[in-house]
């Protein structure tokens, strides 16, 4: 296994575990195409992928304090922006907010709001 060394991009004195929104980017092992295939333009997620996107959503019912803001489930990587705060809610983000693509998981903003799955 290559383990090259890798710049931290990490700034030294923020406090990591501080109220805020993080972007955070998880990339399947090897960089392979686990989570899906982009097909027509979209990706259609694998059972690997649809996993994935469950336990990101899932994220908030195992830490209250976490919001979901957006996400993508790309075929081998995801990206999604965390909001860490003390009530799970309010938080105003200075992020775009999804521009409606067919990319899987794109905006939780079309999901509601209280998390009873209506909309």
């Known amino acids: 296994m290559d ?3 890798r710049r931290s991009v990490r700034l030294p004195q923020h406090d ?4 805020g929104a993080y972007f955070v980017t998880i990339c399947t092992y090897g960089r392979a195409p686990l989570l899906g295939e982009v097909m027509a333009g979209c990706v259609r997620l694998s059972e690997i992928g649809r996993i994935s996107d469950g336990c990101w959503r899932a994220i908030p019912a195992h830490f209250p304090y ?5 996400f993508v489930v790309m075929p081998n990587h995801i990206h999604g922006i965390l909001v860490f705060n003390d009530t799970g809610r309010g938080v105003q983000l200075n992020a775009p907010a999804s521009s409606g693509n067919c990319l899987a998981g794109v905006g939780m903003r079309d999901r509601d709001s209280d998390g009873d799955g209506n909309r």
């Open 3 to 5: 383990r090259r060394a």
């Open 16 to 19: 990591y575990c501080a109220p």
């Open 66 to 70: 976490v919001e979901l803001y957006s």
